[in-house]
């Protein structure tokens, strides 16, 4: 695919090789998957299939940062102190989105909401958001129960995919005891409790 340059000033090849200089062989494997299936999403509902490879490629770009580099982030942007008594799993999105503006240069901000978004999901979201938010959870590298009824649910009804995602991530959660992230029960409440 080449970038029109209208949302990076580089093109998917310098991303893809920014990009997997900042994580892992397996994390990368998972990124190039959530760019797939992201592509694939967008084409099937009309999202933008630039900001789709764009947020796709950059979602994890923080995944492996320190602990220590998103506290310092949260602090020295100014995000919500509350932020600091979660953890990577919170963080990457949403501090990560931080991160990706500063360090690549992306300041459209429909594809930095989607990088913000990918874990939490949100009550309101955009087509692109919701692109996103599925393809991390339906990408060609997943596999666990039910993943394959996820997969043809996103091609079917992109908001029942949300749904669907929205709801078994929750009930992962709760049988983990895990806390939850206030975000995600306000997904859970729009996409789920009131379809």
């Known amino acids: 695919m080449d ?3 209208k949302y990076i000033d580089i093109s998917r090849e310098e991303l893809v090789s920014k990009v997997q200089a900042q994580m892992s062989e397996k994390r990368f494997r998972h990124v190039l998957g959530v760019e797939q299936a992201a592509l694939q999403l967008a084409e099937k509902y009309g ?5 789709a ?10 995944k492996e940062r320190k602990d220590a580099e998103f506290q310092e982030t949260i602090r020295h942007d100014g995000l919500d102190p509350e932020l600091l008594n979660w953890g990577n799993e919170i963080w990457h ?3 990560g989105a931080n991160l990706v503006q500063r360090e690549l240069g992306i300041t459209d901000e429909e594809i930095l909401q989607a990088i913000r978004l990918h874990t939490t999901g949100a009550a309101e979201m955009t087509l692109l958001d919701k692109v996103i938010y599925v393809a991390d959870y339906i990408e060609p590298g997943r596999s666990f129960p039910k993943v394959e009824e996820a997969r043809k649910i996103a091609f079917e009804d992109l908001d029942m995919a949300v749904s669907y995602e929205t709801k078994h991530t929750l009930s992962y959660l709760v049988k983990k005891e895990a806390t939850i992230y206030p975000k995600t029960i306000e997904t859970y409440n729009r996409w789920v409790a009131k379809k």
Request: glycine letters at 4%.
């Open 53 to 62: 490879s764009i947020a796709a490629l950059t979602h994890d770009y923080a």
């Open 47 to 51: 999202a933008s299939m630039e900001k």
């Open 93 to 95: 999105g949403i501090v």
């Open 3 to 5: 970038y029109s340059e």
